[in-house]
Antibody, heavy 116, light 107 residues
Framework: QVQLQESGPGLVKPSETLSLTCTVS????????WSWIRQPPGKGLEWIGY???????NYNPSLKSRVTISVDTSKNQFSLKLSSVTAADTAVYYC??????????WGKGTTVTVSS | AIRMTQSPSSFSASTGDRVTITCRAS??????LAWYQQKPGKAPKLLIY???TLQSGVPSRFSGSGSGTDFTLTISCLQSEDFATYYC?????????FGQGTKVEIK
C-alpha cells in the first residue's frame, strides 16, 4: 500500500526558508494530487497547498506569497518550500495523498521548529 | 474562505455510548465533506468522504450524514480506541479548510 514519509530539517532560523520533501513508496506519484498540511502545537489543521503530478499547483491564499510546492516524478517525491519563516510557522508538517481534494493517505508528520 | 465550525469542542463519553459530532459550514458545500480521526502524536486518519461514504477499512460503527451546511459524524457504539480528536474538512472550494476539532474524552 502507498506510504508517505516526510523529511527535512527540524530546526529553521527565523527569516530563512523551510524545505521539506515527501517520498512516496508503494505506488506511483504520477496520479492523484499531493498535499501539504500543517498543525501548530496544540492547534488544528491547516491546508498549505497541493500539486498534481503534472506540476499544476494550488495554494492557500494565506500562505501563497511564501509557498512553493514542486514535484520530482523520477524520484517519486514532492517538496515544500516556505520562505521568510517566523515562530508562527512552527508546526508538525504532513504530506498526504489527495485523490479528490480530501486526504486519504498521510505521512507520519515531521516537526519543524522556527527558532534562532 | 469557507469557515467550518464543529460542536461541541470537546466532551466526555463512556464506552458503548452513541455519540454525535456536528460540523457546520459557513456556506453550502453540497456533500463535499470529509471526516478525520486523530490520536495524540499521530497523523489524521480518513474516516468518511463525500459526507457519508465510509473509507475502506473503517469500522461500520462510524457513519456520516448531511449536505449543504450541516453535517454529523456518528459513532454508534463508542469503543476504547475511538477516544481521539475528530476533524471535518470541506473540499467544495479553495482553500480547503478544516473544523477546529472535537475531542472525545473518556468519562
Amino acid at each position: 500500500q502507498v506510504q508517505l514519509q516526510e523529511s527535512g530539517p527540524g530546526l529553521v532560523k527565523p527569516s530563512e526558508t523551510l524545505s521539506l520533501t515527501c517520498t512516496v513508496s508503494g505506488g506511483s506519484i504520477s496520479s492523484y494530487y499531493w498535499s501539504w498540511i500543517r498543525q501548530p502545537p496544540g492547534k488544528g489543521l491547516e491546508w498549505i497547498g497541493y500539486i498534481y503530478y503534472s506540476g499544476s499547483t494550488n495554494y492557500n491564499p494565506s500562505l501563497k506569497s511564501r509557498v512553493t510546492i514542486s514535484v520530482d516524478t523520477s524520484k517519486n517525491q514532492f517538496s515544500l518550500k516556505l520562505s521568510s519563516v517566523t515562530a508562527a510557522d512552527t508546526a508538525v508538517y504532513y504530506c498526504a495523498r489527495t485523490p479528490d481534494y480530501y486526504m486519504d493517505v498521510w505521512g507520519k508528520g515531521t516537526t519543524v521548529t522556527v527558532s534562532s | 474562505a469557507i469557515r467550518m465550525t464543529q460542536s461541541p469542542s470537546s466532551f466526555s463519553a463512556s464506552t458503548g455510548d452513541r455519540v454525535t459530532i456536528t460540523c457546520r459550514a459557513s456556506q453550502g458545500i453540497s456533500s463535499y465533506l470529509a471526516w478525520y480521526q486523530q490520536k495524540p502524536g499521530k497523523a489524521p486518519k480518513l474516516l468518511i468522504y463525500a459526507a457519508s461514504t465510509l473509507q475502506s477499512g473503517v469500522p461500520s460503527r462510524f457513519s456520516g450524514s448531511g449536505s449543504g451546511t450541516d453535517f454529523t459524524l456518528t459513532i454508534s457504539c463508542l469503543q476504547s480506541e475511538d477516544f481521539a480528536t475528530y476533524y471535518c474538512q470541506q473540499y467544495y472550494s479553495y482553500p480547503l479548510t478544516f473544523g477546529q476539532g472535537t475531542k472525545v474524552e473518556i468519562k
